[in-house]
């Protein structure tokens, strides 16, 4: 993760990850102002290609998942 986001970056995507994802509250929890939280979230989609929180999620998740398991046990969506 911390290749490629800043610390605050980091930060925010911390709270996203434990299910905190009311910007508001985001921008409470870090002393931050919810605009900033909002700079913080569209340079992260920016910097992975995405629209939205859950893309985002789950492009990180599927990334640390490949890390994690051989290759022959990673998951490949089908189309059909």
Known sequence: MGRRFTPREQDVL???ANGV????EIGRAL???EGTVKS?????????GVH?????MVKLFREEREE???AQYS???RKG
Do not use: D, I
Not at 40 to 48: A, C, P, Q, R, T
């Open 14 to 16: 911390r709270l996203l």
């Open 21 to 24: 994802s009311n910007t508001k």
């Open 31 to 33: 002393g931050m102002r």
């Open 40 to 48: 913080h979230m569209m340079n992260m989609y920016k910097k992975e």
């Open 52 to 56: 939205s929180r859950v893309a985002l």
């Open 68 to 70: 994690e398991l051989p």
């Open 75 to 77: 998951f490949q969506w």
